[in-house]
């Protein structure tokens, strides 16, 4: 399950102090294609959700959090291991494409 964001103290505690791996999806409502990723997102979670854990954070709602990981574009994807950035992906792209990507980094 894509676990949503609502606040920065739950953020710390799922992603910053987490160890493993944990993508991050900054979206938000109005936002075309992320609406598109939203269902490539959840058919790579039922993929690799035993290996990452899927979360999103709406960029409107946690502005100052979208700022401090300077989220410029939207979609915009971050994969962190053990709370550190590995990598990052911008923009919409298919389930194989995001499932190569990830896998590339785990």
Not at 36 to 49: I, N
Not at 52 to 70: R, S, T
Request: with cysteine.
């Amino acid at each position: 399950m894509i676990t949503e964001i609502h606040d920065e103290e739950t953020f710390n505690t799922e992603i910053t102090n987490h160890a493993g791996y944990s993508l991050v999806d900054f979206w938000a409502t109005w936002c075309g294609p992320c609406r598109m990723m939203a269902p490539v997102l959840e058919a790579s979670e039922a993929v690799l959700g035993d290996r990452i854990a899927f979360h999103k954070v709406d960029v409107d709602e946690l502005q100052d959090l979208a700022g401090q990981y300077d989220i410029m574009s939207i979609p915009t994807l971050i994969l962190f291991k053990d709370g550190v950035e590995v990598n990052r992906l911008i923009g919409a792209m298919s389930q194989e494409e995001l499932i190569s990507q990830l896998k590339s980094c785990l």
